[in-house]
Nanobody
């Protein structure tokens, strides 16, 4: 499975961006897909995930602002980010795991079998 992330850019506070994670080699519907981010000087952080059964898990700081969706026809997962804040600035990476990991495992990068390259998101104040 290969994952290709795209859609990053520079936006002002309050703006929106949509990131995409296109999968090849396997149907994305059978995968749990997550987005992680890493800001300069900080550790990689779990942001949100959509399991293969459609359930989602978010960190509190993005709840109500970020939405993850799956486009099975395009074998792609999208991350819609609204109400962006400077603290959302980071390199965002998508990751995928086969099946449906339990909730306690979603935030662990080691859970994921496949990773895409990162895409930079910069939010100016």
């Amino acid at each position: 499975v290969q994952l290709q992330a795209s859609g990053g850019g520079l936006v002002q506070t309050g703006g929106s961006l949509r990131l995409s994670c296109a999968a090849s080699g396997r149907t994305i519907g059978g995968l749990t897909v997550a987005w992680f981010r890493q800001a300069p000087g900080k550790e990689r952080e779990f942001v949100l995930a959509k399991r293969s059964d459609g359930s989602t898990s978010y960190i509190e700081s993005v709840r109500g602002r970020f939405t993850i969706s799956r486009d099975n026809g395009k074998n792609t997962v999208h991350l819609q980010m609204d109400g962006l804040k400077p603290e959302d600035t980071a390199v965002y990476s998508c990751a995928a795991a086969v099946g449906r990991p339990i909730t306690s495992r979603l935030r662990d990068p080691g859970t994921y079998d496949y990773w895409g390259q990162g895409t930079q998101v910069t939010v100016s104040s």
